[in-house]
């Protein structure tokens, strides 16, 4: 049995009897065992699943209605809630939280009877890009496990590359599905704002996170989108598209389509590599009817500066809550003052965690407010801006997902800037609201690189074919491990 | 430019005991140092807030909290949470 298949291959071959979800199921947890020692890509795994598996075939041999995922094993990012499993946060303050609710891309995911191999490894509350500043310690890249996966969705994007699962649910803030997706070689999506409920998603800067899909391909991307986007009344801030199928129409091509590559992010500062791949993609394009031209965002260069900004300050609120008397772990209230004993609780946060927490005190206060906050929402306005006029023009932007390779484990974890500067392409669409995608194109050295698409708010359709239409220009192997 | 004492003021507003963190103050004032790039951004274009609309808003109804969440906490007995003295 092959493991490696496609969300569509599965549903063809359970369809046919090719195998069950049961024998898939215990396939796929074999497989995890045997390379978790190596990548870690799960912070804990479902007991459950290959007795839930059996349901499902027993559900399809009585003929009974079966969801659309017949059983497939979805692993999901730790920062997501599910009922009655932990969620960590990979964080030692939620170290033994459980989730009494599920959030609701689960509730869409389990309504459709997809099957939740485990919780994925991040950076502690979604803060950082290479699953280094997990509690739990790093994931490790399938390509080569010297090097990071990217992150912050880094545990779900090497169970979908390493083949733990079939598809993973990330969350991008900054590029958090988007630049594990390009660093492990899958598909990561970020959808527009507002398009995916954010109801069960542990909050970190809620004015432009995202849950998003990671998958092994383009169809598989869209195929999750089906079921985790819409309405939902416990998120006001999503929007109503009606029912939309993401998977239809995906081979309509890029002809007559205007891409617009982004100057400064394709210039100065990407790696040679990413840049010689970066143009290859472009040509590719171009050969298949793309017309493809030159566009200078002028405020991305401010872009990381109000991106942490915003995020730290979001940041600095939402994590707040955790004082150790809703959540957090056993130490009595006795014998302490109100403000020694949260400050001793809060000693349990991780180094990234802790530095976004005194960074979204600080811009915010009130003698700097004006010099970082409100400049700060002054330029994210702006950058919406050029991004609306950009659409004008365009009916797509391109740039590499990342400006370099993946790195190794360990090389930047005591430089957070330099970590911080790595986003530059990605925040972009977090601080526009807008959709971006990154598609695997090359692998260089042992090492892959991603290619990444935007498209105008909820213009998903539009960003999807085009990311098909590259995806067929392709033909990479799978991770070595 | 940034003083570390207002770092450390920070900190402390948030209840982060900075002792055992100098290394933090530093990698912070140089992140700080680098946020200074906003000053160059012309500061000309209106802040956009993002809207909600009205009519979208569920209905009014009263929704009991589920007993579950009262069991994530620490200390409590009934209703009731135990919490350290606040003064």
């Known amino acids: 049995m092959n493991l490696g298949i496609t969300a569509t291959q599965y549903l063809e071959q359970v369809k046919n009897g090719s195998f069950t979800a049961e024998e898939f199921m215990a396939k796929t947890m074999e497989r995890i065992r045997k390379v978790e020692g190596s990548i870690h890509a799960y912070i804990s795994l479902n007991d459950d699943a290959i007795s839930q598996a059996k349901q499902i075939d027993k559900k399809l041999k009585a003929k009974e209605k079966v969801g659309s995922c017949l059983g497939m094993p979805i692993s999901i990012k730790d920062n997501i809630c599910t009922k009655g499993m932990k969620t960590t946060c990979a964080s030692k303050m939620l170290e033994n939280f459980v989730a009494p609710y599920d959030a609701t891309v689960v509730f869409n995911l389990k309504s459709q009877d997809a099957i939740i191999t485990g919780k994925t490894n991040l950076d502690e509350f979604a803060m950082g890009i290479s699953t280094e500043f997990s509690y739990f310690g790093p994931s490790r890249n399938p390509w080569n496990i010297d090097y990071v996966p990217g992150g912050s969705s880094g545990g779900s994007a090497v169970s979908v590359s390493a083949l733990e699962c079939i598809a993973s649910l990330g969350s991008d803030t900054g590029g958090s599905v988007r630049n594990p997706a390009s660093f492990c070689s899958v598909v990561g999506l970020k959808p527009t704002y507002g398009l995916v409920s954010r109801y069960g998603l542990i909050s970190y800067a809620n004015s432009i996170e995202q849950v998003g899909p990671i998958a092994r391909t383009v169809e598989d991307t869209a195929f999750i989108l089906n079921i985790i986007s819409g309405i939902d009344s416990h998120d006001n801030t999503t929007i109503d598209k009606g029912k939309v199928d993401y998977t239809k129409e995906l081979d309509a091509g890029v002809k007559g389509k205007r891409i617009g590559i982004i100057s400064e992010m394709t210039g100065i500062g990407v790696d040679k590599q990413v840049a010689s791949a970066t143009s290859k993609a472009i040509s590719k394009l171009q050969s298949l009817g793309a017309e493809c031209s030159e566009v200078s965002l002028d405020s991305v260069k401010y872009s990381v500066a109000t991106y942490y900004t915003i995020a730290a300050t979001e940041a600095g609120s939402n994590l707040a809550r955790y004082d150790n008397i809703r959540y957090g772990f056993d130490f009595d209230v006795e014998g302490f003052e109100f403000n020694a004993y949260i400050s001793k609780a809060r000693k349990n946060f991780g180094p990234e965690v802790t530095r976004r927490m005194i960074l979204g005190a600080f811009v915010p206060s009130a003698g700097y407010v004006g010099k970082y906050f409100y400049k700060a929402l002054k330029v994210r306005s702006k950058i919406k801006y050029e991004i609306e006029e950009a659409f004008k023009k365009f009916d797509l932007l391109i740039s590499p997902t990342v400006p370099i390779l993946p790195f190794k484990i360990g090389e930047k974890i005591d430089d957070p800037l330099s970590l911080y500067l790595l986003d530059i392409n990605t925040i972009v669409a977090n601080l526009s609201g807008i959709p971006a995608i990154s598609i695997p194109y090359e692998i260089s050295h042992g090492l892959p690189i991603g290619i990444q698409l935007f498209a105008d708010l909820a213009k998903e359709q539009t960003l999807l074919q085009a990311a098909y239409a590259l995806e067929k220009t392709t033909n990479l192997p799978g991770a070595p491990i | ?87």
């Open chain 2, 1 to 87: 430019m940034v003083k570390r004492e207002e770092i450390v003021h920070a900190a402390n507003l948030i209840r982060i005991d900075l002792e055992d963190h100098a290394k933090y103050i530093e990698q912070i004032e140089k992140i700080l140092n680098y946020f200074d790039i906003l000053d160059e951004a012309s500061g000309e274009s209106e802040v956009i807030v993002q809207e909600a609309s009205l009519e979208k808003l569920r209905d009014d109804k009263h929704i009991p909290y589920d007993e579950e969440l009262i069991k994530q906490l620490k200390n409590y007995k009934g209703t009731f949470v135990k919490a350290p003295k606040m003064i």
